[in-house]
């Protein structure tokens, strides 16, 4: 089996993703953005090496989003993100799953993650904002350790390092693009 790459993406609805970005410069140029995001992150990520595989949600825009199309699409988990990561990690490795957050990733990031998940049990990108853009493992998960992080916060990679056991390989940091001042750094570095 081929290694997979699970993107979570929301539906490119207006008023559904990027909500704190909307907030600073208006829902329309938010959901322009989020869908300009969501193009670059999977024409990033496609790779004949690994499988790309949308998760996504709302459920009922799977088979009719434009962006994903030509693109396996399974649902989300109901729930919380720990809910969605742990449905995504109790299937057998190497799975590596990544966000519609961080549109500077880019193919060498996918497969040294990869390539790192032959010798580590976790991979982990690292976020400016105290997140992560990335997050791999090989074997099934057997323990949830998702449990009580701190989601959307400045210890969220913190929390889950304190709940991961084994061996774990850090990526390069990236910024999330959560705000205008996010967007404005990424447009500033890239």
């Known amino acids: 089996m081929k290694p997979r790459v699970y993107i979570l993406s929301r539906a490119p609805i207006l008023g559904l993703a990027k909500t704190r970005l909307a907030s600073d410069i208006g829902k329309v140029h938010a959901h322009r953005i989020y869908k300009g995001m969501i193009a670059k992150v999977i024409k990033r990520t496609h ?12 459920s009922k825009s799977l088979g009719e989003v434009i962006e994903w199309q030509g693109i396996r699409q399974v649902s989300q ?3 919380t993100l720990s809910d969605k990561l742990n449905k995504i990690f109790r299937k057998k490795g190497p799975i590596v799953v990544i966000g ?26 690292p976020a400016e904002d105290g997140g992560f853009w990335l997050i791999g493992m090989n074997a099934p998960l057997k323990k949830d350790i998702f449990r009580n992080v701190r989601w959307s916060h400045k210890y969220t990679l913190s929390d889950i390092l304190l709940n991961i056991e084994g061996s774990i390989f850090h990526l390069r ?7 205008l001042n996010s967007l404005l750094s990424v447009k500033e570095n890239s």
């Open 47 to 58: 790779d004949p090496r690994w499988e790309v595989i949308i998760s996504g949600t709302p």
């Open 77 to 79: 988990a109901r729930g």
């Open 100 to 125: 519609t957050d961080c549109p500077q990733l880019n193919q060498k990031d996918i497969a040294t993650a990869f390539k790192a998940l032959k010798s580590y049990d976790t991979v982990l990108g």
């Open 173 to 179: 940091k990236l910024t999330d693009i959560d705000d």
